[in-house]
């Protein structure tokens, strides 16, 4: 008898990740995934029981990689894990604001697989506390989270120079100075 063959999660979320990058969350479908991952329908729906459940996963291995990302740049922050995250973001590339942006706008939906993504906003939030110093990091946090928003949903056109520029002014907000940002003079 022959061995069973094992399916490769991480096959399905780079195939599923693929799609979400080319077409958005929306499109996403288990006929796709399946055919990109090479594996049968059945298959990803032994991994993954409902399209909430596969953005979920998608969303969960995104902040793990993210994590990572705002890590590497904890030293040159400080040790502050806000500016941390605010120069790990700067330095998305548009293409991966755009798949975040459609994985969030497609977990929104995704009812109690959504909690993991809800508990880091809400883990964020908290930590800010409710002095002068801590509102304003708050506002940092919210507006580097909604610049990258708008700029993955889409909405907002804006050239790199500018971009730079939004997060040295966001970087301010954290009391200080920004860390690689460009000469606005």
Do not use: H
Not at 20 to 28: D, K
Not at 83 to 100: N, V
Not at 138 to 159: H, S
């Amino acid at each position: 008898m022959g061995r069973k063959r094992t399916i490769d999660r991480d096959a399905i979320l780079d195939a599923a990740e693929a799609i979400v990058g080319e077409a958005g969350a929306g499109q996403l479908t288990f006929d796709q995934v399946a055919s990109r991952a090479g594996v049968s329908k059945g298959g990803v729906l032994y991994c993954f029981p409902s399209k909430s459940a596969l953005i979920a996963a998608m969303m969960e291995r995104d902040l793990k990689r993210f994590e990572v990302e705002m890590a590497a740049r904890l030293d040159a922050a400080g040790g502050d894990r806000l500016r941390a995250r605010i120069d790990a973001t700067r330095e998305e590339s548009a293409a991966m604001a755009a798949r975040a942006a459609s994985l969030m706008a497609g977990v929104v939906e995704a009812g109690d697989e959504a909690e993991p993504l809800r508990a880091d906003y809400r883990g964020w939030l908290d930590s800010f506390g409710d002095d002068a110093d801590g509102r304003r990091r708050r506002l940092a946090f919210l507006a580097c989270e909604g610049v990258f928003m708008l700029r993955g949903l889409g909405i907002l056109d804006i050239d790199e120079n500018e971009w730079g520029g939004v997060f040295a002014d966001i970087a301010e907000l954290t009391g200080k100075a920004p860390v690689n940002s460009p000469d606005r003079t």
